[in-house]
């Protein structure tokens, strides 16, 4: 697996990170987005009469496999279509040639956090500790 699969791989809500690792990010996204907020209960083996079998065979499949005999609550939304609105909203950001306090008005931003995102400066994580604070 590439350093980028990995990564979208932890952008997923973890109940659906064993899905992702078995049919690929971009399918189980597109699972989550079909059936998200569903509870239904997986079959030990997929039957091909069911909604999930008719949408992709493949992750009818591997539900079986992973998650066959139990009840699954889909997730509705992913931390990774949050991610990809944000890099979105700062490529917007980035490329207008406005002025920062007019772009942060428009969407509704800090002129301070505007101007980060035109510099390239991240956030900081509040999960990793400070190498020498």
């Given amino acids: 697996m590439t350093a980028a699969v990995d990564r979208r791989l932890t952008l997923l809500p973890p109940t659906m990170r064993p899905l992702g ?3 690929g990010v971009d399918a189980t996204v597109a699972f989550m987005e079909a059936f998200g907020g569903l509870r239904f209960y997986v079959p030990k083996r997929p039957l091909a009469k ?9 992750t009818a499949r591997a539900l079986s496999e992973i998650y066959g005999g139990q009840i699954v609550v889909v997730p509705l939304g992913t931390e990774l279509e949050r991610a990809e609105a944000r890099a979105r909203r700062d490529r917007a950001i980035r490329e207008d040639p406005r002025s920062d306090s ?4 428009e969407w509704r931003l800090s002129r301070r956090t505007v101007e980060k995102i035109r ?4 956030r900081a994580d509040d999960r990793q500790a400070e190498l020498f604070g």
């Fill in 21 to 23: 690792e078995r049919v």
């Fill in 50 to 58: 069911s909604k999930v079998w008719k949408h992709d065979r493949d």
């Fill in 102 to 105: 007019v772009v942060a008005n």
């Fill in 119 to 122: 510099a390239g400066v991240r």
